[in-house]
């Protein structure tokens, strides 16, 4: 395997690695002037939206545990009995990392609102729907 480390102008540092072939190819295309390779932008202004051009298009999803909690609900996750720590598991593989005292209130506002079940047993809650 050919390896090889590149500064491009604009300071970002490309690692290659790949056959002789390969890595040669690339090299090449980026040692060219017209490499594809832009300088960096410069910052401009964004233009601030008023309130109501927000509210105009769909409605934004809450992505925070309460609405991550209840998709799991809809998917039926919670037809057989699951612990907290089963909740912060299944969320975790999904990509969102939450603690546990994150995931408490949101769980006891479901328990309320009626979306979930909690029952006491082994002196641990758990949640079914």
Known sequence: MAKANLVLPDGTTVAIEGTADEVATLLAKFSQPDSGVSPPKKKTAKKRRSPTSASKGKAKKKDGPTSLITELADEGYFKSKRTISDIQKKLEE??????????????????????????K???VWVYVN
């Open 94 to 119: 999904r990509g969102h990392i939450y603690a546990i005292t994150s995931i408490s209130p949101c769980l006891t506002r479901l328990t309320k609102s009626r979306v979930l079940r909690r029952l």
């Open 121 to 123: 047993e082994n002196k």
